[in-house]
T-cell receptor, first 113, second 112 residues
């Protein structure tokens, strides 16, 4: 299976740094997505990691360890508009589930002034 | 350019009725995905198309659900004999690479 585990809620202060963790169990794992979803809106793509290591994209960075089944999303210089749900999703890669993404239930981040 | 569009944005129906939900992907995107999302949960995979064919329909909950993509562009998700438990936001996404998926705004289905 492709169970995705991530914390339900997190709170952080404007201007600070927050790390949202995600663990997954999968056979045929091909990559790991992070999406941002504001309330009442569709998810928007943030990052996709295939190889181990850290990928930085502006204020957001994403890390993957395939051997540990672990990823995190790092948000720097938090802004109020970063308050949203952050979804971790794994992409299947073997013949039975290639192209199939399995999403976690999301981490609701609240940024306070 | 235009993103993924879905119609209708809202659909209210009665238990037992038939509904069709439409998705217009980004032009040129060969991959198309259907998900459904309930409040407080992540999107749940339903079906994935590569071109006209369903590459993976393992997420369809039962035989009341069916989806087509006859010309490799627009897709329709069809639900027969709707049940109250089918109420959710139905999301469509498309992709050119199979990696980054672009989501539409969703159709909120309410079964009374």
């Amino acid at each position: 299976g492709q169970n995705i585990d991530q914390p339900t809620e997190m709170t952080a202060t404007e201007g600070a740094i927050v790390q949202i963790n995600c663990t997954y169990q999968t056979s045929g794992f091909n990559g790991l997505f992070w999406y941002q979803q504001h309330a009442g809106e569709a998810p928007t793509f943030l990052s996709y990691n295939v190889l181990d290591g850290l990928e930085e994209k502006g204020r957001f960075s994403s890390f993957l360890s395939r051997s540990k089944g672990y990823s995190y999303l790092l948000l720097k210089e938090l802004q109020m508009k970063d308050s949203a749900s952050y979804l971790c999703a794994s992409l299947g890669g073997n013949n039975t589930n290639a192209g199939k993404s399995t999403f976690g239930d999301g981490t609701t981040l609240t940024v306070k002034p | 350019g235009a993103g993924v569009s879905q119609t209708p944005s809202n659909k209210v129906t009665e238990k037992g009725k038939y509904v069709e939900l439409r998705c217009d992907p980004i032009s040129g995107h060969t991959a198309l995905y259907w998900y459904r999302q309930s409040l407080g949960q992540g999107p749940e995979f339903l079906i994935y198309f590569q071109g006209t064919g369903a590459a993976d329909d393992s997420g369809l909950p039962n035989d009341r659900f069916f989806a087509v993509r006859p010309e490799g562009s627009v897709s329709t998700l069809k639900i027969q004999r709707t049940e109250r438990g089918d109420s959710a936001v139905y999301l469509c996404a498309s992709s050119s690479t199979g990696n980054e998926q672009f989501f539409g705004p969703g159709t909120r289905l309410t079964v009374l």
